[in-house]
């Protein structure tokens, strides 16, 4: 199944959160934190919730410092 992946960086004290209000959104985005220190979650999207995520974490970076930084499209098993 193709899936998303967007990186996102939010501050490292974010990342609770960020997890939190995704799992709201139940079954939109999988996420995962690759590296904390650094504030670096990955979003794991079905295409077909990839616009709702954007829409979602635009949304959320004016209320945190939230920075989208890549988006790709790869086979997820």
């Not at 220190?37 to 829409?55: K, M, N, R, S, W």
């Not at 004016?62 to 790709?72: F, I, N, R, T, V």
Request: net charge negative; proline share 4%; glycine share 6%.
């Amino acid at each position: 199944m193709d899936t998303y992946c967007v990186r996102v960086r939010v501050e490292r004290h974010d990342i609770g959160l960020l997890c939190s209000l995704m799992a709201g959104y139940e079954g939109v985005a999988i996420v995962r934190t690759v590296d904390p220190q650094q504030g670096l979650v990955e979003l794991l999207i079905a295409p077909a919730f990839h616009t709702t995520v954007v829409d979602i974490m635009q949304s959320l970076s004016q209320e945190m410092p939230l920075c989208l930084l890549a988006a790709e499209v790869g086979d997820m098993l």
